[in-house]
């Protein structure tokens, strides 16, 4: 039996503005549970690199431990890839955006990954605005071990085993808002009309995008009683309101119903688009966000679409002053200018 996709594709697939079909952006056939929510996720990753004219090998995919991190192999197979240890894919992503600015980060992780062993690593990648889409599949459980319940699970959710969840649960989207996350937007895995203009605009953000997408697993946390389950979440989704994203260039057209739409535009020049339904929830307010994130956990509801954004903060980069080149595009002798400049640099040190 073999994991790897059939070489040939249709020679009249149609193709993005620079010259890649659909099938570019796969990678590998997937080893996960059929119908697990992260194959949509990574489906709909590489459906919104096609749109965006993303060159696959300008991307670089980085994960941890977990099914989550497994599908890195699902998308982009000829792009960068490394998959770290449990809870550390922050740290590889930190080192290698600062070696190559030049690449598109997707840091893709699970609720075990980032909320238990990773969370001072997910934090502290936050508080820099490192440059990277961080995906978080959350499904509440342990899927590799067999279903225990993970920091993301809801207080009183009921396992496949019939335990009830005793602990307060760690709402990642509340936290990314709380630490300053420059983009906070949060997703279900069945709703890719959604997931991918949020994939989009988290790509052309200039700092630190935090997508947390609810994906049920449909073998440990899918049972009645799991506020992870499919029927859960479509029970008690709500949404921010319906978004698009306007690529750079493109008409932008105005609402009939005046007040009801907002563009939120990103540093190249490109537009979110939010039809928003509660006119007193502002994605560019950080407490409206936190405020609007509270009440619909205060009512048991998931509140999806596109939290808060804030696009005037400078990235890591800017903020280290680093170099506009890639370290690996660097001559020798832009690396190592000499004598005369490391008695200068010393200098100024004394």
């Given at each position: 039996?073999?994991y790897?996709?059939?070489?040939?594709?249709?020679?009249h697939?149609?193709?993005?503005?620079?010259g890649?079909?659909?099938?570019d952006?796969?990678?590998?056939?997937?080893t996960l549970?059929?119908?697990?929510g992260?194959?949509?996720?990574?489906a709909?990753?590489?459906?919104?690199c096609?749109?965006?004219?993303?060159?696959?090998?300008?991307?670089?995919?980085?994960?941890?431990?977990?099914?989550?991190?497994?599908?890195?192999?699902?998308?982009l197979?000829?792009?960068?890839?490394?998959n770290?240890?449990?809870?550390?894919?922050?740290?590889?992503?930190?080192?290698?955006?600062?070696?190559?600015?030049?690449?598109?980060?997707?840091?893709?992780?699970?609720?075990?990954?980032?909320a238990?062993?990773?969370?001072?690593?997910?934090?502290?990648?936050?508080?820099?605005?490192?440059?990277?889409?961080?995906?978080?599949m959350?499904?509440?459980?342990?899927?590799?071990?067999k279903?225990q319940?993970?920091?993301?699970?809801?207080?009183?959710?009921?396992?496949?085993?019939?335990?009830?969840?005793?602990f307060?649960?760690?709402?990642?989207?509340?936290?990314?808002?709380?630490?300053?996350?420059?983009?906070?937007?949060?997703?279900?895995s069945?709703d890719?009309?959604?997931?991918?203009p949020?994939?989009?605009?988290?790509?052309?953000?200039?700092?630190?995008?935090?997508?947390?997408?609810?994906?049920?697993c449909v073998?440990?946390?899918?049972?009645p009683?799991?506020?992870?389950?499919?029927?859960?979440?479509?029970?008690?989704?709500?949404?921010?309101?319906?978004?698009?994203?306007?690529?750079?260039k493109?008409?932008?057209?105005?609402?009939?119903?005046e007040g009801?739409d907002?563009?939120?535009?990103?540093h190249?020049?490109?537009?979110l688009?939010?039809?928003?339904?509660?006119?007193?929830?502002d994605?560019?307010?950080?407490?409206?966000?936190?405020?609007?994130?509270?009440?619909?956990r205060?009512?048991?509801?998931?509140?999806?679409?596109l939290?808060?954004?804030?696009?005037?903060?400078?990235?890591?980069h800017?903020?280290?002053?680093?170099a506009?080149?890639?370290?690996?595009?660097?001559?020798?002798?832009?690396?190592?200018?000499?004598?005369?400049?490391?008695?200068?640099?010393?200098?100024?040190?004394?």
């Open positions: 039996m073999t790897i996709r059939p070489a040939f594709k249709h020679p697939l149609p193709k993005n503005q620079i890649y079909t659909a099938k952006y796969e990678g590998s056939l997937s549970c059929a119908g697990c992260h194959d949509s996720i990574t709909a990753i590489a459906r919104a096609f749109e965006m004219n993303v060159q696959p090998h300008k991307v670089a995919k980085l994960s941890g431990i977990g099914c989550s991190s497994k599908t890195p192999a699902y998308f197979g000829n792009s960068h890839g490394f770290s240890v449990h809870g550390r894919m922050p740290s590889v992503a930190t080192g290698a955006n600062m070696a190559n600015r030049d690449l598109v980060y997707f840091g893709v992780s699970g609720d075990g990954d980032s238990s062993i990773g969370m001072g690593q997910f934090v502290h990648a936050i508080r820099r605005n490192l440059n990277m889409v961080y995906v978080v959350n499904n509440g459980c342990y899927g590799l071990t279903g319940d993970s920091a993301t699970a809801d207080l009183g959710s009921k396992s496949k085993a019939g335990s009830i969840n005793p307060q649960a760690i709402d990642l989207a509340s936290l990314a808002v709380e630490l300053g996350a420059t983009f906070v937007a949060q997703s279900f069945g890719k009309q959604q997931l991918i949020l994939l989009k605009a988290a790509m052309n953000h200039k700092g630190f995008a935090l997508l947390n997408v609810i994906s049920p073998t440990f946390n899918n049972n009683g799991s506020t992870k389950s499919y029927d859960y979440v479509r029970e008690h989704v709500e949404a921010t309101g319906t978004v698009d994203f306007v690529p750079e493109s008409e932008i057209l105005h609402s009939q119903e009801t907002k563009y939120v535009e990103m190249d020049g490109t537009y688009k939010l039809h928003k339904l509660d006119q007193h929830w994605p560019e307010d950080r407490i409206s966000a936190a405020s609007a994130l509270q009440h619909a205060a009512k048991g509801e998931i509140l999806t679409g939290l808060y954004v804030h696009t005037g903060h400078p990235d890591l800017d903020v280290l002053g680093t506009g080149k890639p370290l690996n595009a660097m001559l020798e002798k832009e690396l190592c200018p000499g004598n005369e400049a490391l008695q200068e640099v010393n200098a100024g040190l004394r």
